[in-house]
């Protein structure tokens, strides 16, 4: 593959020759059956449409989302993450970029669709490995059409209901398509999820390098996540029990594959290296070794550190005992009603998955112990420590070298989908559908039981029977925030719950001092933020409502 010609046709394929994101014109240096007669160039093509793929190594300003929801703060005040918290975002200044950057994936692609089926590689046809070539290129427009479900499900989780494009839109369609209601963006994101996943191979080889790819467990798992989020009260007012069904169904069909298991060991799939595969990870975006997020995260006493995002008492609170119990800071100190728990000690037995996601005071980190204390290294009153008393764990490879003139880079692959999200969606989908302990013929699995396997791996005591749905809903809740911090998923989780009147106003740290070599801990109140039931959704950016007439803005904005 001649890596020059690819960056030149792609760079000139996103020209966009009017404001409307939909609409792009192309030309390239070469044309375009040029690259559809060769296979590599027709390969890298598809390629291409991976870099498109979120992650949030600090999407804004440095900044993961988790600042935006009561898991994180940042700790820079300046930072257009807070513009989330204080209410200054609109429609003439949104924070997102992904209509921009989903709409050129998905108009990139409707191309390669056209294209690819006039693709003519005959020239190779005398080749002795021709028909084996041309057996590998069958997936590719499957694979095309899964990475486009993906963008449309970007798009109409933020959005709601949404343009959606099946083929490339001349100038005059781009500014007059009208939006398909969400329902029925994701009834086509299921339908193609499966037609691709009947194509697309369970592996590609056992080169973890594959891991990036799609193939039909990623197709199971969009299934799974699109119609939990379409059951959700966000998009499920009336509460139709059938829309949870569909749910559950999705993700049991998934977990009945055995395709895919839970790891052993957690640190496998959370230091994020992947440096062999791992049967949990089930889609991860990779990318190139790197420093960055390391220098925007590290601790501020530590060589070339940032802080940036900062874990909140609101999220280290919903780590519980490793007995089970719950633990809260408030202003008179550490309250827990296990008889186990030591307020001297407050992290010690406590949730493994706590130190997997967060960095407290005392904690061995790079060769000494973490201080974030008022006074300590890491602790205030030292410009840029940490405002919550909690630095970031999750994602972090803790072997970077910041040092000038050594410095060293790690491997940083942002999870897409992995299976403890597929049973904590099994789980989810089932206790709204039928209570904690239903089974039959065939969902053979309860609400319960799928809980009980993320837990049980965490090395967490599980959940008897007899909880009410409601009562399972708390849990639940609460386990998906602690197993999946920092992965993505509580900023979208508050707006389909409808929870943000009630997790996104009040931001507590802690308050940490040391005297006579004893630490004491108090609740302190971070941020009082502004929240209002628009901003479930995003508003629609007003330049496109200038431009399409047809488009519709979301309510509120």
């Given amino acids: 593959m001649k890596i020059k010609s690819i960056y030149i046709l792609m760079s000139a394929l996103f020209i966009v020759t009017a404001c409307n994101h939909l609409d792009f014109d192309e030309s390239t240096g070469e044309s375009k059956e040029f690259f559809y007669s060769y296979f590599d160039k027709t390969t890298s093509l598809v390629n291409h449409h991976y870099s498109y793929l979120y992650q949030d190594f600090g999407v804004l ?19 257009k993450i807070q513009n989330f918290n204080n209410g200054i975002w609109s429609a003439l200044k949104p924070l997102d970029t992904r209509w921009n950057e989903s709409y050129s994936a998905i108009r990139s692609i409707n191309d390669f669709l056209a294209s690819y089926a006039n693709a003519d590689f005959s020239r190779f046809e005398n080749n002795k490995d021709y028909a084996e070539r041309l057996k590998l290129m069958e997936s590719l427009p499957y694979e095309a ?18 343009p959606m494009p099946l083929t490339v839109l001349t100038i005059d369609e781009a500014n007059s398509i009208s939006a398909t209601p969400f329902t029925e963006v994701i009834n086509f994101i299921v339908s193609e999820c499966n037609a691709t996943a009947a194509k697309l191979p369970e592996v590609y080889t056992q080169d973890v390098g594959e891991t990036g790819r799609v193939t039909k467990g990623v197709a199971m798992a969009l299934k799974s996540r699109a119609l939990l989020y379409a059951a959700s009260k966000l998009h499920n007012a009336n509460s139709d029990v059938e829309k949870w069904k569909q749910a559950a169904s999705a993700a049991l069909d998934l977990m009945n594959s055995g395709l895919y298991q839970l790891e052993g060991n957690i640190n496998t799939v959370v230091t994020n290296k992947i440096t062999s595969a791992s049967n949990e990870l089930i889609m991860v975006r990779r990318n190139q070794q790197s420093n960055a997020f390391e220098r925007k995260n590290f601790p501020i006493g530590y060589e070339g550190g940032g802080t940036g995002t900062c874990p909140t008492q609101n999220l280290v609170d919903a780590f519980q005992t490793i007995n089970g119990y719950d633990v809260m800071l408030t202003e008179n100190g550490w309250e827990s009603n296990d008889p186990e728990f030591d307020a001297a000690t407050p992290f010690a037995n406590r949730d493994p998955r706590l130190r997997k996601s967060v960095l407290v005071n005392n904690d061995q980190f790079k060769g000494r112990q973490l201080e974030c204390f008022q006074g300590g290294q890491d602790g205030a009153p030292t410009q840029g420590a940490s405002i919550t008393g909690y630095y970031l764990r999750k994602y972090i490879q803790e072997t970077v070298d910041l040092t000038p003139g050594i410095e060293s880079k790690e491997y940083h692959h942002w999870i897409v989908f992995r299976y403890a999200e597929i049973l904590l969606n099994y789980a989810e989908a089932m206790n709204e559908a039928f209570g904690p302990d239903y089974i039959d013929g065939s969902f053979t699995i309860s609400a319960r039981e799928a809980l ?12 008897s029977p007899g909880l009410s749905a409601e009562e399972f809903t708390a849990v639940l809740r609460q386990e998906r925030r602690v197993e999946l911090a920092f992965e993505g998923h509580r900023f979208w989780d508050i707006r389909r719950w409808m929870i943000g009147e009630q997790t996104q106003k009040q931001i507590y740290g802690a308050d940490i001092q040391r005297t006579d ?41």
């Fill in 517 to 557: 070599n004893a630490v004491t801990y108090s609740l302190k109140t971070i941020e009082n933020r502004v929240w209002s039931e628009k901003m479930n959704l995003y508003p629609v950016p007003q330049q496109e409502l200038y431009i399409n007439p047809n488009l519709v803005q979301n309510q509120g904005w």
């Fill in 452 to 463: 009980n396997m993320v837990r049980t791996r965490a090395t967490m005591p599980a959940i």
């Fill in 61 to 79: 300003d440095g900044a993961m989302l988790d600042c935006a929801t009561d898991d994180a703060e940042y700790v820079y005040t300046n930072s």
């Fill in 145 to 162: 059409r899964l990475l486009r479900a993906i963008y449309y499900f970007d798009l109409a989780k933020r959005y709601g209901a949404i």
